[in-house]
Each structure stands twice: as C-alpha cells, then as structure tokens.
C-alpha cells in the first residue's frame, strides 16, 4: 500500500519483521535486512524466480558461495519489490541505465518504485523509496584493508585530512563510515565508481551529523540525505536518497515472503 500523508521520525535502529501489508509513504525510505545464509530449500524457489539472463549470470560464477550469495540476495530483491507491487516475484521486469544500474520496468507493478542492493559476504541491504534516486552500500569490517592508501585514492582533501588526524584506534571505523557513505551516495547517482570519490565530501567522524557536505560538480542543486545504517556487528552501511525530511524504517527479510 502507497500512501501521500506527510509523517517524518528518525530512523529506528530496530530491524522489525514487516506486517502483511506495508505503508510506503512518499517520503518513505526502507531499508531491508537480508541474511543470505540461506537454506537450500530456499535457494532452489528464489532460483526460480529469476530471469533467464539472472540465471545464467549465476551459473557464470566460479565460486559456489558466490553463486548461492547472488541467487539469494537478487532472488529475494524480487521478492520484496513484488510484496510492494502486491505481483509475484516472477513477474518483476528489470531495465538497465548505460551505467548498468537496474530499474523496474513498467510492466512490473502499479507503482514507479526506486531500489537499490548491496550485499557483502553472507548479508545484504536493499533500499526502497517513491520516484527518487536511492543508493546503499554494505561492507563487511575488514582489518586487512589498506585504509590510508584507499584514502589517499578515494577520499577528497577535507576528508583525507580529517582521517589522518584520528587515532590509529578511530581510523577503522572512521574509514568506513566515510567509504559506505560516498559509495551509498554514488550507487544513487547511477554511476558507482566510474563518479569521482574524490570530488565530493561527508561527514565521517563520531558525533558529527551524518550528511553530504560537498556533493559532486554538475549533478544539479538538488538536497540529499544520507543515514547511517547499522546492519549488525561487523558491518557498516548507509543510504543516500535524493530529498529531505525523509522518514527512514529499517525491515527484517523473512521467510513469510517465500510462503505466498
């Protein structure tokens, strides 16, 4: 169910398990949870509900846990977009921007919903809003990740700054949440890494106001709102969405939508 009535809170921490039926408001952003430590029962129905073209990406891989990782977390992005279309996940079509980025077609819903998924080792996140741009990015903590020479690549000058000035204990989690927040950002942009990281800045360290400082050179004045997301321990996440005074709502991905 899709509703207009203006209501706005903060972001709750809670991943919630979904009611049968869901209001997505016009300033409604979701941000669905999903293990991908699946059963094998359920991997075989999700496989079903792919395309031709998803299923023979999946057989493509050379990894088995890749495989069952991307036919867990595109299988049951199917699932959730046809809960909000009130269709089956079969019938969910899919365009594709130059850039790759996917959208729903109009043939698969009432609705014109913007998504996007993000996985990282065994979870995923997916983002859901009304006819506007959305980015989210997962990463799984990594203690072997070079931060400082990613930085000097990636960050802006502000940014780089900033880090470097932190604690050997604070840059870790300082550098992810800076790194999930300007992939979050560009996923949105439909460019990914092909937008300069460099360009642009967020705020990244403890106790400042999470938000796009500096936005990218000709991509218009529109505002962007950007939350931290906390997908559980070992994880950082975030999503950007074009707009402000968004309402955002956090969803535990369950097997119910597998029982329809």
């Known amino acids: 169910m899709i509703n207009s009535a203006k209501t706005y809170c903060h ?30 029962s359920q991997l075989d129905r999700l496989f079903l509900f792919l395309s031709d073209d998803e299923r023979a990406r999946a057989k493509r891989f050379h990894f088995e846990e890749d495989r069952l990782r991307y036919i867990g977390s595109h299988g049951v992005l199917r699932t959730v977009l046809a809960y909000y279309q009130q269709t089956t996940p079969e019938e969910i079509r899919f365009h594709y ?14 609705f014109q919903l913007s998504f996007n998924l993000s996985r990282s080792s065994d979870l995923a996140l997916i983002a859901i809003t009304i006819d506007r741009r959305v980015g989210a990015d997962l990463e799984r903590i990594n203690g072997n990740v070079e931060i400082e020479q990613l930085a000097e690549r990636f960050f ?22 800076c790194w999930t927040r300007k992939e979050a950002y560009v996923k949105a ?12 800045e967020v705020s990244f360290l403890s106790g400042e106001p999470v938000e796009l400082k500096k936005s ?25 969405a074009e707009g402000f005074d968004l309402r955002f ?6 097997e119910k939508f597998l029982q329809a």
């Open 156 to 177: 802006a000058t502000q940014e780089l700054a900033a880090l470097r000035a932190l604690s050997p204990a604070l840059k870790q989690e300082a550098f992810f949440n």
């Open 189 to 200: 942009l439909g460019g990914g890494l092909l937008l300069p990281l460099d360009q642009f």
């Open 216 to 240: 990218l050179p000709n991509v218009g004045t529109q505002p962007w709102h950007i939350e931290e997301i906390d997908p559980g321990p070992g994880y950082k996440g975030a999503v950007a």
């Open 249 to 254: 709502s956090c969803w535990q991905w369950t």
């Open 97 to 110: 921007s130059p850039e790759g980025k996917p959208a729903l077609a109009p043939e698969s819903g009432r």
């Open 11 to 40: 972001m709750s921490t809670i991943w919630s398990v979904p009611p049968n039926e869901l209001e997505l408001l016009a300033e409604d952003v979701h941000v669905w949870r999903v293990g991908l430590n699946l059963k094998d």
